[in-house]
């Protein structure tokens, strides 16, 4: 699929807040009394960040081929 330049940068700009927004969230449950009450959600942000990170990683390098 192409996607234009612009449609790169808000989907960028999208996934970089939904990024800061998981890792307020882990922070966040991390810092409860009982994290380990949390361990399901924190795996599931840690793989939902890292998918975010390397699709913003992807969208970077289509933005600097146009």
Do not use: N, W
């Not at 991390?30 to 942000?45: F, I, V």
């Amino acid at each position: 699929m192409d996607f234009s330049r612009e449609e790169l940068t808000e989907a960028k700009r999208q996934i970089d807040s939904t990024l800061h927004k998981l890792r307020e969230t882990v922070k966040t449950l991390a810092a409860k009394e009982r994290p380990e009450r949390y361990r399901s959600q924190l795996t599931l942000a840690a793989r939902r960040i890292r998918a975010f990170e390397i699709a913003g990683c992807l969208i970077e390098e289509r933005l600097l081929e146009k």
